[in-house]
């Protein structure tokens, strides 16, 4: 699977949208980019995932670049309850596909009042 | 969402002692994990299983094992608990077996003295 690389930290004022990037520049035509995130002490919660297009739900947005090297998520009115360190993650989604996911450092945001 | 339950929640425990740590599940996913994750650090896969009868070993060595003799439930072990054991165990489970979108237990925090 194709690696990620993440900032380590980031701030963001509340109310204002947070915007999280991700390189994956190795990635290949069948990897999905997921997102997750983990709540100090808590086990991580998916938040969105895409291949091609950009994605939207109720907790956030991703934006894929064309070419597919990079991504960014969007919280787009940030609270002090999306305090956590976020993942960015990489992995191929064939049909049953055997390979779990791999979660990495991910970015630590910190929502500031 | 799935229902994902671990038990213990907390556990104190001395060396030398035989531990079961318990996750269930009441959605019917096929695919379970447990990871580990110290306090600040990354989460580490160590089992996982795609089904009944099938347990694999993740990308961290561990001396726990596993087992999946129902669907609802992926026990881990620990025969002879160390305090190089001492860590936090999350359970997941995963319902879309083509993109792997996994949902996170509660975990379980342990501490053998």
């Known amino acids: 699977d194709a690696k990620t690389t993440q900032p380590p930290s980031m701030d963001c004022a509340e109310g204002r949208a947070a915007n999280l990037p991700c390189n994956h520049s190795?990635?290949?035509?069948?990897?999905?980019v997921y997102w997750y995130r983990q709540i100090h002490s808590q086990g991580p919660q998916y938040i969105i995932h895409?291949?091609?297009n950009n994605e939207t739900n109720e907790m956030a947005s991703l934006i894929i670049t064309e070419d597919r090297k990079s991504s960014t998520l969007i919280l787009p009115h940030a609270t002090l309850r999306d305090t956590a360190v976020y993942y960015c993650i990489v992995r191929g989604g064939t049909v049953g596909g055997n390979t779990p996911l791999v979660f990495g450092k991910g970015t630590r945001l910190s929502v500031i009042a | 969402e799935a229902d994902i339950y671990q038990t213990p929640r907390y556990l104190v425990i001395g060396t030398g002692k035989k531990i079961t740590l318990e996750c269930s599940q009441t959605?019917?996913?096929?695919?379970m994990y447990w990871y580990q994750q110290d306090p600040g650090m990354e989460l580490h896969l160590i089992h996982y299983s795609y089904g009944v009868n099938s347990t694999e070993k993740g990308d961290l060595s561990s001396e726990s094992t596993v087992s999946r003799i129902r669907t609802e439930h992926f026990p881990l072990t620990l025969e002879s608990a160390r305090p190089s054991h001492t860590s936090q165990y999350l359970c997941?489970?995963?319902?879309?077996?083509?993109?792997?979108?996994?949902?996170f237990g509660p975990g379980t925090r342990l501490t053998v003295l």
């Open positions: 190795t990635i290949s035509g069948n990897e999905y």
């Open positions: 959605m019917g996913h096929d695919k």
């Open positions: 997941a489970t995963s319902r879309d077996p083509s993109t792997d979108t996994q949902y």
């Open positions: 895409g291949l091609k």
